[in-house]
């Protein structure tokens, strides 16, 4: 596995030695030794979640506050923009973003470590994403923060309006946001 840390260097894509043959593809998509040595973190992963969703569904952005969820994110259908925004404070990179697109054909993982909101855009007709958590999911823990919040600026490359839940369309700007130290 290949590991390139992205513009904020904590948030790092994670390339695996894919194996192509006549038959197609193999490749292992997640081993706890390998991905610690490669990383240097000491992650270890407690939930696994599966979600599927249709072209122009932009959800997040999403974090838990007192229980931080680092995630491990790869997509295993379609294509995605996937997004991280540092909510540290104390960071040299606090309220900065950064995106990759991740899609099945590329193999791509993406780990967002515990103290960023995360969120995407379906790129592709449907998209399915596997991630693995840090922490468990806490339904009162859950945060947001709107997509289009003006002080952080994602640029997003939408086609149209994005598809958001009543959640999502109804979350609030940074400036009400519970933030890290």
Known sequence: MRVVPC????VLLIEPRVFYDARGFFFESFNQR????????????????????HEGVLRGLH???????????????????DVAVDLRKSSPTFRQ???TELSAQEHRQLWIPPGFAH????????????????DYYEPADERRIAWNEPSIGVQWPLR??????ALDAAAGGLDTASLFD
Request: net charge neutral; charged share 20%.
């Open 97 to 99: 973003w950064v995106a």
């Open 63 to 81: 974090y838990q506050f007192a229980r931080p969820q680092g995630k491990l994110i790869r997509v295993v259908r379609g294509a995605v923009f």
């Open 119 to 134: 969120g995407f855009l379906v790129l592709s007709e449907t998209a399915e994403l596997l991630y693995k958590t840090t």
């Open 160 to 165: 149209r309006e994005p598809v958001l839940s």
């Open 34 to 53: 390998e991905f610690n040595r490669a990383t240097g973190l000491d992650a270890s992963f407690v939930q696994d979640n599966h979600c599927c969703s």
């Open 7 to 10: 513009s904020i260097p904590d």
